[in-house]
């Protein structure tokens, strides 16, 4: 066995979203796809001599008790009664609150790192189970890189990716708090009808078709357009480039078109560019990254 695992910690978009009314806990149920994409984080997790020992480079700027990557190692050793020790160092791109899923996503690929480097002692169900009592993100990335996702973020429904387009994905200069966001919606009632909902073989049917047939969309778009009207000025240069479907990832900040040309996806990256610091051109993904063992 080794003592050193890399993994590849990847964002996503939602390319739909739907949130709808609270329940009597306060969740809101939502229902969504959730495509993950080619902007990484990387972490090496390694194994210390010293029992019970965590230590973790790259998070200075986050408090224990916020870190979702110290979260999860304490999580895991729970479940697992295994007290190793471990050093975890964590490279991070994937801008904080942009709605890209960046912190769940490293709190996943702490779980599998951490599980291939002990021997696997937990099964794929039970690493998403553990992953849904650190966030309602975590379970996707343990799971899957397309996927139907729903109730508070547990229900996975994996499906086949389509790799035939591009996304161009820019985070403007500012986070959005995803407390707030929900706030918005519920004052201005501005939640999912059930009527209107695209359940899970609508938005299964609906991925095969041509990207500029599609209507998907985001309950928060409104709210956030009302508050930051940079997000018309992003939509437009999406679409006098090239794009033929936009739309924010999550509860914002970040916005992303879809291109089926790769050329008109790097004019467009550059012409955002101009204006922006956060821009990536990034490909859908059609398998989540695999721990490393060395």
């Given at each position: 066995?080794?003592?050193?695992?890399?993994m590849?910690?990847?964002?996503?978009?939602?390319?739909?979203?739907?949130?709808?009314?609270?329940?009597?806990?306060?969740?809101?149920?939502i229902?969504?796809?959730?495509?993950?994409?080619?902007?990484?984080?990387?972490?090496?997790?390694?194994?210390?001599?010293?029992?019970h020992?965590?230590?973790?480079?790259?998070?200075?700027s986050?408090?224990?008790?916020?870190?979702?990557?110290?979260?999860?190692?304490?999580?895991?050793?729970?479940?697992?009664?295994?007290?190793?020790?471990?050093?975890?160092?964590?490279?991070?791109?994937?801008?904080?609150?942009a709605?890209?899923?960046?912190?769940?996503?490293?709190?996943?690929?702490?779980?599998?790192?951490?599980?291939?480097l002990?021997g696997?002692?937990l099964r794929?169900?039970?690493?998403?189970?553990?992953?849904?009592?650190?966030?309602?993100?975590?379970?996707?990335?343990?799971?899957?890189?397309?996927?139907?996702?729903?109730?508070?973020?547990?229900?996975?429904?994996?499906?086949?990716?389509?790799?035939?387009?591009?996304?161009?994905v820019?985070?403007?200069?500012?986070?959005?708090?995803?407390?707030?966001?929900?706030?918005?919606?519920?004052?201005g009632?501005?939640?999912?009808?059930?009527?209107?909902?695209k359940?899970?073989?609508?938005?299964?049917?609906?991925?095969?078709?041509?990207?500029?047939?599609?209507?998907?969309?985001?309950?928060?778009?409104?709210?956030?357009?009302?508050?930051?009207?940079?997000?018309?000025?992003?939509?437009?240069?999406?679409?006098?480039?090239?794009?033929?479907?936009?739309?924010?990832?999550?509860?914002?900040?970040?916005?992303?078109?879809?291109?089926?040309?790769?050329?008109?996806?790097?004019?467009?990256?550059?012409?955002?560019?101009?204006?922006f610091?956060?821009?990536?051109?990034?490909?859908?993904?059609?398998?989540?990254?695999?721990?490393?063992?060395?």
């Amino acid at each position: 066995m080794g003592d050193r695992v890399r993994m590849l910690a990847p964002a996503k978009v939602n390319l739909h979203l739907e949130v709808f009314p609270p329940r009597e806990d306060g969740y809101h149920p939502i229902l969504s796809l959730f495509q993950s994409i080619s902007w990484f984080d990387e972490l090496e997790i390694c194994s210390l001599k010293e029992k019970h020992v965590c230590e973790i480079e790259g998070t200075r700027s986050i408090p224990k008790e916020e870190n979702l990557v110290w979260k999860a190692v304490v999580a895991f050793r729970k479940v697992t009664g295994i007290p190793s020790g471990v050093r975890i160092v964590l490279r991070k791109t994937i801008p904080l609150g942009a709605g890209l899923g960046g912190g769940s996503s490293d709190a996943a690929s702490t779980l599998l790192g951490l599980n291939r480097l002990f021997g696997e002692p937990l099964r794929d169900e039970e690493l998403s189970t553990l992953g849904a009592t650190l966030g309602s993100d975590v379970p996707f990335f343990c799971s899957a890189s397309l996927a139907i996702v729903s109730g508070r973020g547990e229900k996975i429904t994996p499906l086949k990716a389509r790799g035939n387009y591009r996304m161009v994905v820019v985070v403007p200069p500012f986070q959005v708090s995803t407390r707030e966001a929900y706030r918005w919606i519920d004052e201005g009632k501005g939640w999912t009808r059930i009527e209107e909902s695209k359940m899970g073989d609508d938005l299964a049917s609906l991925l095969q078709k041509p990207i500029e047939s599609w209507n998907f969309s985001n309950a928060f778009q409104p709210v956030l357009e009302d508050r930051y009207p940079v997000y018309r000025e992003i939509r437009k240069a999406f679409h006098e480039t090239g794009a033929l479907f936009s739309s924010i990832s999550g509860s914002g900040s970040s916005m992303f078109g879809v291109y089926t040309s790769e050329a008109e996806a790097y004019r467009g990256e550059d012409l955002l560019k101009q204006h922006f610091s956060a821009v990536k051109v990034t490909i859908p993904l059609d398998r989540r990254p695999i721990p490393i063992l060395e």
